[in-house]
Each structure stands twice: as C-alpha cells, then as structure tokens.
C-alpha cells in the first residue's frame, strides 16, 4: 500500500534561517491513489507579511492576526500526519519550515522527503516548465482553488504525485510504486531510471 502526507506552506519569505516564517499549511493524506484526509490551517508568523507576499498569496496581515502560533499548528500537523512519508513540491523549500517548526517543539525531522519536482522531471521528461501551475496544466491535473494557497497547492501536489506513480506504473509494467521506489526514481540519474525501477517490476 502506498501512503504519504503531501504538505504545503505559505510563508513571509524564502527561508527560516533568514527569519521567514509560515503563514499558512495545506496537507493531504494520499493512500492507494487517493487523496483521503485534508488539513488546513492559518498560522500567526509573529511578524508582519512584506506586500508583494500578500499579493503573492492572497494572505493578509488581518487574516493571520488571530490564527493560532505556529507551535499549536505543528502539533496538529503532526499528529495529522502520523509518522507518514513527506512529499511536496520542491521539497527542500517545504522541508525548512517543517523542521523549523518541528525544532520550535523539540522535535527533529529525520526523514528524506519526497518531491513531486523531482520526480516529475524524471517521469515526465522534456517538459518546458516543471512549475506546479505548468505541470497542473499540461498534465490536466484536478484544481482545488487558486496556486499560493497552502491547501490547493497540497492537493495540486497529491494529484501530480499520483500521476507520476500512475505513470511509472504504465511505463514499467509495475503493479504499484511504493515510496521506496519514487525515493530511488527522484534520486536516479535518468539513464539509470529502469536500472532504478527494474527490481519492482512483475516477475523483477
């Protein structure tokens, strides 16, 4: 069985080490194919959103001054995800403000993260742009709302993330893919991608 927490965040800028904080989280719990659980909150960065963000995203100053802090959202977010793979859209971007987040509680995030991007530019080889909106509208991919917010993104992600193990499964006559399996695909140098898939194909 396939099973994996997709998360997005929205956040005040580019990275937690330069003081940037999360606005916003989006996650969707995908088992066998399906987006099966969703999650969304506001969260309150303790900081003010510079003005080209709030265009960006939609998230005002006003929408954020009564959301919970970002340590009442972790927790949440983590018993949400119950110890599940993580994936998201450019996972290194995702992946600081959830450790960030993880370190605010004492906790470590030690996991290697799944990564739509990655693994699209290996599935879905030769495409123009790997952006989620370009990848969403080449791909026809299910939209839930408008990019740069958090939950719509996340489910963008999720259905992208399906479609790539879809589409491993088609090219490779595999019965499914498994998170171990997109691990190696995302990781693979494109001339050892069936090298990197030939172990889980049937009779493999």
């Not at 399996?181 to 493999?204: F, S, T, W």
């Amino acid at each position: 069985m396939s099973c994996y927490a997709v998360i997005d965040f929205e956040t005040t800028g580019m990275s937690p080490a330069l003081g940037a904080r999360a606005t916003e989280i989006g996650i969707c719990i995908v088992e066998d194919g399906r987006i099966v659980d969703r999650y969304q909150s506001l969260i309150n960065p303790g900081q003010l959103i510079p003005c080209d963000i709030q265009q960006l995203t939609g998230i005002t100053n006003a929408m954020v001054r009564t959301a919970p802090p970002a340590s009442e959202v972790m927790s949440a977010a983590l018993a949400f995800v119950g110890g599940r793979p993580l994936l998201a859209h450019n996972a290194s971007f995702d992946a600081k403000f959830w450790q960030a987040g993880l370190s605010d509680l004492g906790r470590r995030d030690s996991g290697e993260w799944l990564c739509s991007l990655k693994l699209a530019r290996r599935v879905f080889p030769a495409l123009a742009s790997y952006r989620l909106s370009a990848l969403a509208a080449h791909l026809r991919l299910p939209q839930a709302g408008q990019f740069h917010r958090a939950l719509a993104d996340a489910q963008c992600t999720a259905h992208l993330a399906i479609a790539a193990q879809r589409q491993l499964c088609s090219d490779y006559q595999l019965a499914e893919a498994p998170c171990e399996l997109l691990l190696a695909v995302q990781a693979a140098a494109k001339r050892q991608l069936a090298k990197v898939v030939a172990p889980y194909q049937q009779g493999g």
